[in-house]
């Protein structure tokens, strides 16, 4: 499903991000990517989803060459990743039913179709009773499940999350990794969450990798939190 060959990203600044990465992650894995500020967590995470290239190496995403795609094909390869972001970035005036459709919207799927997997995502993230409220009606970790919701409605081959539980409590953050859980296992969904919350790692063990300065420093297949302090 991903496949990352020696890929190292040196921006033009000169700071290597990157430092000759492999990594291969199988259809329907759900791994942690941890590390500190700086380790090259969100440049991995750019990389994944084509908004950045490499310097060098090969990157594949769900069958496509990320290295030779052409720029006018990002758009439909990005169909196959979902991101959620720890800031939410739901749309403020849209209700819950409404920010998940315009992601089905901007693709130009049928109405009917989109209707129907609305109905279908908002089940799976438990929001069915929220349909009509706007962002501001609904707690932090509501709104996450709407992001979340709005990622996967295009049912992506892949889900990246990048710290979805970083502005919620400990028990919201629960929720979220549960709903995680819950979408590896019914969508098929391949997921990689990047995430710096200890407590859940050792809770909820998976893969784990970490990274350090540009580089893989571990690579845990039964889970637990990883640190080099």
């Given amino acids: 499903m991903i496949k990352l060959e020696n890929v190292s990203k040196v921006y033009k600044t000169g700071t290597k991000a990157l430092n000759g990465v492999s990594l291969y992650i199988n ?3 759900f791994v942690y990517i941890i590390g500190s500020t700086g380790c090259g967590k969100s440049t991995l995470i ?3 989803s084509g908004e950045e290239a490499p310097s060098k190496g ?5 069958g496509i060459d990320l290295v030779k795609i052409p720029n ?3 758009p439909y390869f990005r169909r196959n990743v979902g991101v959620v972001y720890q800031d939410f970035r739901l749309l ?3 209700t819950v039913f409404e920010n998940i459709a315009f992601a089905l919207e901007v693709v130009s799927k049928p109405t009917l179709y989109i209707r129907q997997r609305v109905r279908e995502v908002l089940k799976l993230v438990d929001l069915e009773d929220k349909a009509k409220a706007f962002p501001e009606q609904i707690s932090g970790g509501q709104q996450q499940r709407v992001a979340i919701g709005r990622a996967i409605a295009n049912k992506p081959k892949v889900l990246i999350a990048d710290e979805p539980t ?3 409590d400990p028990e919201k953050s629960e929720e979220i990794i549960r709903l995680l859980e819950r979408i590896n296992k019914e969508e098929k969904t391949t997921i990689l969450m990047v995430t710096h919350d ?3 790692v050792e809770k909820y063990k998976k893969r784990t990798i970490l990274l350090d ?3 893989v420093v571990a690579d845990l297949m039964e889970g637990g939190y990883l640190s080099r302090e």
Avoid: T
């Fill in 198 to 200: 200890k407590a859940l």
């Fill in 166 to 168: 970083g502005n919620l």
């Fill in 46 to 48: 750019k990389i994944l």
């Fill in 92 to 94: 403020p005036k849209k």
């Fill in 72 to 74: 006018r094909k990002i």
């Fill in 27 to 29: 259809e329907g894995e």
């Fill in 213 to 215: 300065n540009g580089f």
């Fill in 58 to 62: 090969r990157v594949n995403v769900a």
